[in-house]
């Protein structure tokens, strides 16, 4: 299924989200994921069961990022043609790195450039959704016993803090970096790969198959859990193809694999 997650009179809202004539529409209730606890307990208070609501087409909704993670893992240098481009050695092994749930962003939202940098880049990446606790992963795993479904993110990068701080935290971490959505789907064949395409202001910058990783899904996964148990909830952003390039005040980027819908985020100076 796919589903988003949505504001409605002021209240969270999960949404069952179908396709309607090539146009996402959100249909009806979506069960309540065990991992957004606010949201489970504001309904268990309120003595209310989940109650319906008209459809409506999921650009009309007020958009919620779909996850609520205990952490996000992220994934470095994960295809050549990246790795060659900001002229970086072939990874050994995964790269690993967490940005904060309060990096995370709803679609349609603002990044804000901190005044810390002058160089903030896009970095359009496949997200896995993670659907139930695991350590030690093995290869061989069954990936839909493990991934809730999919969905887009934007690691946004300060590239001049990556390199000045010598690790990642701040650079990668900032309030707004981790646009993620629209919405999360367990439809999409992962194996037989997927195409990913970034455009910022209607021009395509990147453009990619997820059969290009260095290291496929179940190799992250064994490297990801051999370090951290995975809650469900929990988000991996699994790396970006080359073309990254600097934002500006004004941006206008979007992230899309079909099936996926549209991340989009614009980007504006830091409120000080
Ligand atoms: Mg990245």
Same mark, same amino acid.
């Given at each position: 299924?796919? &589903?988003? #997650?949505?504001?409605?009179?002021?209240?969270?809202? &999960?949404? =069952?989200?179908?396709?309607?004539?090539?146009?996402l529409?959100?249909t +009806?209730?979506?069960?309540?994921?065990?991992?957004?606890? =606010?949201? #489970?307990?504001?309904? =268990?208070?309120?003595?209310?069961?989940?109650?319906?609501?008209?459809?409506? %087409?999921?650009?009309?909704?007020?958009?919620? %990022?779909?996850?609520?993670?205990?952490?996000?893992?992220?994934?470095?240098?994960? &295809?050549?043609?990246?790795?060659?481009?900001?002229?970086?050695?072939?990874?050994?092994?995964?790269?690993?790195?967490?940005?904060? %749930?309060?990096?995370?962003?709803?679609? +349609? !939202?603002?990044? @804000?450039?901190?005044?810390?940098? /002058?160089?903030?880049d896009?970095? !359009?990446?496949?997200?896995?959704?993670?659907?139930? @606790?695991?350590?030690?992963?093995?290869?061989?795993?069954?990936?839909?016993?493990?991934? @809730? !479904?999919?969905?887009?993110?934007?690691d946004v990068?300060? #590239?001049?803090?990556?390199?000045?701080?010598?690790?990642?935290?701040?650079?990668?971490?900032?309030?707004?970096?981790?646009?993620?959505?629209?919405?999360?789907?367990?439809e999409?064949?992962?194996?037989? !790969?997927?195409?990913? *395409?970034? /455009?910022?202001?209607? *021009?395509?910058?990147?453009?990619?198959?997820?059969?290009?990783?260095?290291f496929?899904?179940?190799?992250?996964?064994? =490297?990801?859990?051999?370090?951290?148990?995975? *809650?469900? $909830?929990?988000?991996i952003?699994? $790396?970006?193809?080359?073309?990254? $390039?600097?934002?500006?005040?004004?941006?206008?980027?979007?992230?899309?694999i079909?099936?996926?819908g549209?991340?989009?985020?614009?980007?504006?100076?830091?409120?000080?």
């Amino acid at each position: 299924m796919k &589903y988003c #997650r949505f504001l409605l009179d002021n209240q969270i809202r &999960y949404g =069952a989200v179908d396709d309607r004539d090539g146009e996402l529409w959100i249909t +009806g209730p979506a069960p309540i994921p065990e991992d957004d606890l =606010a949201c #489970r307990l504001a309904r =268990a208070q309120s003595g209310q069961g989940e109650s319906g609501f008209d459809p409506m %087409p999921l650009s009309k909704a007020d958009l919620l %990022p779909p996850v609520t993670p205990s952490k996000i893992v992220c994934v470095g240098r994960n &295809y050549r043609d990246h790795v060659r481009e900001l002229g970086n050695e072939m990874p050994a092994e995964p790269l690993l790195f967490f940005k904060p %749930p309060s990096s995370l962003l709803a679609p +349609g !939202g603002v990044v @804000r450039l901190p005044g810390a940098s /002058s160089r903030v880049d896009f970095e !359009g990446e496949l997200a896995l959704v993670i659907g139930r @606790r695991v350590r030690n992963l093995k290869p061989g795993m069954n990936l839909r016993d493990i991934i @809730r !479904g999919c969905t887009l993110a934007d690691d946004v990068s300060a #590239r001049d803090l990556q390199k000045k701080d010598g690790q990642w935290t701040r650079a990668k971490g900032f309030d707004t970096f981790c646009p993620v959505g629209p919405i999360v789907s367990d439809e999409l064949d992962l194996e037989a !790969g997927l195409n990913i *395409e970034t /455009s910022v202001n209607g *021009e395509v910058r990147q453009h990619a198959s997820t059969l290009d990783f260095i290291f496929p899904i179940p190799t992250l996964l064994s =490297a990801i859990t051999a370090a951290f148990t995975l *809650e469900p $909830g929990d988000l991996i952003l699994t $790396g970006t193809p080359s073309g990254v $390039g600097p934002l500006v005040p004004g941006d206008r980027v979007e992230v899309s694999i079909s099936g996926l819908g549209r991340l989009t985020h614009i980007v504006m100076p830091e409120i000080v």
